[in-house]
């Protein structure tokens, strides 16, 4: 009995309007476009924030930088915009040596565990030039980042989908309305005639 009256917008009564066919075809098709484009919205910033977070590290090369000293030893002050690597507790910034691939030596600054002495190894991270970049973002991070962002799309594109249908639900109850207005401006003088 219970499905019968849930279902009475798609079966055939005299009662039905259409306004109320109108209303189970909106619901129909909302429960369609969140089924379908939910997911969508959500795979597509997962897999596009991931692209983005990792594509900058994707032409670095990872080599082995060797320590040579303090940073305030070389006459630097410390970390300063110069500086690679993450800053983290039990880490100092430390002037390292390196080579690259096609022979090229430079020098810089980069974190360094607090233990590192000179005569350590390292590992840096070079662009094409040989010169010293951030380390890229681990993999993990990146797309842990994308699926917090694609459950956050999936979530909004939910929210939009549900406020357009009770957006064109109100334009359905405003419609309905006036029209059982009209209705009772019709019926209403007849009746108060027998009152």
């Known amino acids: ?27 129909l098709a909302t429960g369609l476009v969140i089924a379908v484009g939910a997911p969508l919205a ?5 897999i596009g924030t991931a692209h983005v977070m990792l594509a900058p590290g994707a032409d670095l090369n990872e080599t082995a930088a060797l320590v040579t000293g303090s940073a305030d030893e070389a006459g630097g002050a410390g970390a300063d915009a110069d500086t690679v690597g993450y800053p983290a507790h039990g880490r100092e910034v430390v002037t390292v040596d390196w080579t690259t691939p ?32 951030e380390p890229p973002v681990a993999t993990t991070t990146a797309w ?4 917090l962002l694609g459950a956050s799309a999936a979530a909004g594109f939910c929210l939009m989908a549900v ?12 419609r309905r309305t006036a029209a059982w207005e009209r209705a009772w401006a019709e019926v209403a003088p007849g009746w108060s005639q027998h009152a």
Do not use: H, K, Y
Not at 42 to 46: D, L, P
Not at 163 to 171: C, D, K, S
């Open 42 to 46: 959500g795979a597509a910033t997962t």
């Open 163 to 174: 406020a357009t249908r009770a957006g064109l639900q109100n334009r359905l109850d405003t």
């Open 102 to 133: 096609n022979g090229t030596t430079g020098t810089g600054s980069a974190w360094a565990d607090a233990d590192a002495e000179p005569g350590d190894r390292v590992t840096v991270w070079l662009d094409d030039t040989g010169g010293l970049r």
């Open 1 to 27: 009995m219970e499905s019968t009256i849930r279902l009475w917008r798609w079966r055939r009564n005299p009662l039905r309007r259409r306004s109320d066919i109108a209303e189970a075809w909106l619901g």
């Open 144 to 147: 842990a980042a994308g699926v």
